[in-house]
């Protein structure tokens, strides 16, 4: 995944003069996760250059870019460290087009790992992706497979208003089935790690259907489609499970059209559990299709706490908890 997001930025480069890359590290040293290396070798210091360690000089720096003709692409180093850029993306980047009546827009991508799986405790673990949802005027990208990273980053980097772009970090360098204590393949032996070379762009607000299936419904994204997929095949249930791909614009008809056909429904993201944008999937999902549910709707999330250290595997919604879920819904 990182390979195929350092390409789209590489293609967008090339393509687009007016594309710069900003942030903590990206340039000579390529970005903590080397998202970004060979970049300011190739594009120059110019395009691709660090930043101070200042989230709201990044992003507001960004707005002003975007106001004036460029397409900046700043990276938030952890995710955990975007709230400092909170008011220029929300007062700011979300609402230039509105409040100049179209006079000005914000053609920015704000790209930021995110997601626990990595020891990284409280302060290099968060999934705030439900912040940025409730924002009108944001657009909230989250991709599950190197194939997607590529098509999804190039069509954020085209999209004239402001994209959170958010890489579920667990994954970078290959998929994961919630079996922490099994031993782990790469994105090689995946079938969704063949990337094409040169352009090619997938629209934001389609999700994608993993797997087809008659039994019940799963609703997922980022690092928790894997799970997902390895519990229902570990359970041998007939799920059809859905990559959202984009949470803002959500692909409520491809919702809509699994529930109804399956009659059941499990959601299952990272994030803490209240007002996490599972309980907006499971309000949609109500409104819906009631009439056709056989069963409530479950979700399965991070627990109301911060993100722990010494208990990663408690808190990651895992193997264990999401086959409960299952059992609760087949049962019911």
Same mark, same amino acid.
């Given at each position: 995944?990182?390979?195929?997001?350092?390409?789209?930025?590489?293609?967008?480069?090339?393509?687009?003069?007016?594309?710069?890359?900003?942030?903590?590290?990206?340039?000579?040293?390529?970005?903590?996760?080397?998202?970004?290396?060979?970049?300011?070798?190739?594009?120059?210091?110019?395009?691709?250059?660090?930043?101070?360690?200042?989230?709201?000089?990044?992003?507001?720096?960004?707005?002003?870019?975007?106001?004036?003709?460029?397409?900046?692409?700043?990276?938030?180093?952890?995710?955990?460290?975007?709230?400092?850029?909170?008011?220029?993306?929300?007062?700011?980047?979300?609402?230039?087009?509105?409040?100049?009546?179209?006079?000005?827009?914000?053609?920015?991508?704000?790209?930021?790992?995110? +997601?626990?799986?990595?020891?990284?405790?409280?302060?290099?673990?968060?999934?705030?992706?439900?912040?940025?949802?409730?924002?009108?005027?944001?657009?909230?990208?989250?991709?599950?497979?190197?194939?997607?990273?590529?098509?999804?980053?190039?069509?954020?980097?085209?999209?004239?208003?402001?994209?959170?772009?958010?890489?579920?970090?667990?994954?970078?360098?290959?998929?994961?089935?919630?079996?922490?204590?099994?031993?782990?393949?790469?994105?090689?032996?995946?079938?969704?790690?063949?990337?094409?070379?040169?352009?090619?762009?997938?629209?934001?607000?389609?999700?994608?259907?993993?797997?087809? +299936?008659?039994?019940?419904?799963?609703?997922?994204?980022?690092?928790?489609?894997?799970?997902?997929?390895?519990?229902?095949?570990?359970?041998?249930?007939?799920?059809?499970?859905?990559?959202?791909?984009?949470?803002?614009?959500?692909?409520?008809?491809?919702?809509?059209?699994?529930?109804?056909?399956?009659?059941?429904?499990?959601?299952?993201?990272?994030?803490?559990?209240?007002?996490?944008?599972?309980?907006?999937?499971?309000?949609?999902?109500?409104?819906?299709?009631?009439?056709?549910?056989?069963?409530?709707?479950?979700?399965?999330?991070?627990?109301?706490?911060?993100?722990?250290?010494?208990?990663?595997?408690?808190?990651?919604?895992?193997?264990?908890?999401?086959?409960?879920?299952?059992?609760?819904?087949?049962?019911?």
């Amino acid at each position: 995944m990182i390979e195929a997001i350092n390409e789209a930025l590489d293609l967008k480069m090339t393509e687009d003069p007016d594309i710069v890359v900003m942030g903590e590290d990206v340039g000579y040293f390529g970005g903590v996760f080397r998202a970004t290396a060979g970049l300011q070798e190739k594009h120059g210091k110019n395009r691709v250059f660090d930043t101070p360690i200042s989230e709201c000089g990044i992003i507001g720096a960004a707005v002003g870019m975007g106001a004036y003709g460029l397409r900046p692409v700043p990276e938030i180093q952890f995710a955990d460290y975007i709230y400092p850029g909170l008011d220029q993306l929300i007062s700011e980047a979300a609402r230039l087009r509105y409040r100049s009546a179209g006079e000005y827009i914000a053609p920015m991508t704000v790209r930021s790992p995110f +997601g626990g799986g990595i020891f990284g405790g409280q302060t290099h673990s968060q999934s705030p992706e439900a912040l940025f949802a409730h924002v009108a005027g944001l657009k909230t990208v989250i991709p599950a497979t190197p194939y997607d990273a590529k098509g999804l980053l190039i069509a954020a980097i085209e999209d004239n208003d402001p994209v959170i772009f958010f890489e579920p970090k667990r994954i970078y360098n290959a998929p994961f089935t919630g079996y922490y204590d099994k031993p782990v393949e790469p994105w090689k032996k995946h079938r969704d790690s063949i990337v094409p070379e040169g352009h090619y762009s997938i629209p934001l607000g389609k999700a994608r259907i993993v797997q087809e +299936g008659e039994a019940m419904t799963v609703l997922a994204y980022g690092t928790m489609v894997h799970v997902a997929e390895a519990v229902c095949r570990e359970k041998g249930i007939d799920a059809e499970i859905l990559d959202l791909r984009t949470i803002v614009p959500l692909d409520i008809e491809a919702i809509e059209a699994s529930v109804k056909k399956t009659g059941r429904c499990l959601i299952v993201h990272e994030a803490t559990r209240t007002a996490g944008f599972g309980a907006e999937l499971s309000a949609l999902v109500m409104e819906r299709c009631f009439f056709h549910l056989e069963a409530p709707v479950e979700r399965v999330t991070g627990f109301d706490t911060p993100y722990p250290h010494s208990l990663e595997w408690a808190y990651f919604p895992g193997p264990v908890r999401i086959g409960e879920a299952i059992d609760k819904i087949m049962k019911a």
